[in-house]
């Protein structure tokens, strides 16, 4: 009976896993298109808007869930602080903290924190391509990740249920 207990935890354990696993696949897509939102704001307030930096970031945030809305607004604060950090400084250590715990590729962080130094250039035009130039990217690394999606979860949930039987058989 113990046994039959244990094989049906150890199944069940490793069945979850692989579910698991799946469920950051799909997660990623989410939080790959929120980025890419975040950007689409930022590239609307630089073309129409005439707001400050941090008043950007807080109407961004506004428009944004979490996690992002939370790190927008420390963004925000930290800017309007005025402590001689520019905005690619505090973008950084804003988002630096967050990035490291979301489920996507050294790429797609590096595309979104690299977006903040786009400062310096004179022609709001040319800010406006670049910002869009990061948000293609983003977009690309989003649509590569929807064909997989569908493989790799089925890959996941099939090899944490195979992983479970492969457990029971060994352990009985």
Same mark, same amino acid.
């Given at each position: 009976? /113990?046994?039959?207990?244990?094989?049906?935890?150890?199944?069940?354990? *490793?069945?979850?896993?692989? /579910?698991?696993?799946?469920?950051?696949?799909?997660?990623?897509?989410? =939080?790959?298109?929120?980025?890419?939102?975040?950007?689409?704001?930022?590239?609307?307030?630089?073309?129409?808007?005439?707001?400050?930096?941090?008043? *950007?970031?807080?109407?961004?945030?506004?428009?944004?869930?979490?996690? %992002?809305?939370?790190?927008?607004?420390?963004?925000?604060?930290?800017?309007?602080?005025?402590?001689?950090?520019?905005?690619?400084?505090?973008?950084?250590?804003? %988002?630096?903290?967050? /990035?490291?715990?979301?489920?996507?590729?050294?790429?797609?962080?590096?595309?979104? /924190?690299? %977006?903040?130094?786009?400062?310096?250039?004179?022609?709001?035009?040319?800010?406006?391509?670049?910002?869009?130039?990061?948000?293609?990217?983003?977009?690309?690394?989003?649509?590569?990740?929807?064909?997989?999606?569908?493989?790799?979860?089925?890959?996941?949930?099939?090899?944490?249920?195979?992983?479970?039987?492969?457990?029971?058989?060994? =352990?009985?």
């Amino acid at each position: 009976m /113990l046994r039959l207990f244990g094989a049906i935890l150890i199944f069940a354990g *490793c069945t979850a896993l692989g /579910l698991f696993y799946r469920t950051r696949y799909y997660e990623s897509i989410r =939080l790959l298109k929120t980025m890419e939102k975040i950007l689409d704001l930022f590239i609307s307030e630089v073309r129409y808007g005439k707001s400050t930096l941090h008043e *950007c970031l807080f109407m961004i945030a506004e428009k944004t869930e979490e996690p %992002f809305r939370g790190t927008l607004l420390s963004a925000g604060k930290l800017l309007q602080k005025e402590d001689g950090r520019d905005f690619s400084a505090c973008w950084e250590e804003a %988002f630096a903290v967050l /990035l490291q715990k979301l489920p996507l590729t050294k790429e797609e962080k590096e595309s979104f /924190l690299s %977006f903040a130094k786009v400062k310096g250039l004179k022609d709001w035009q040319m800010q406006v391509r670049v910002m869009e130039g990061h948000r293609d990217a983003i977009k690309e690394a989003r649509r590569i990740r929807e064909q997989n999606v569908l493989q790799q979860g089925k890959l996941a949930t099939g090899l944490g249920i195979m992983g479970g039987l492969f457990l029971i058989i060994v =352990l009985l």
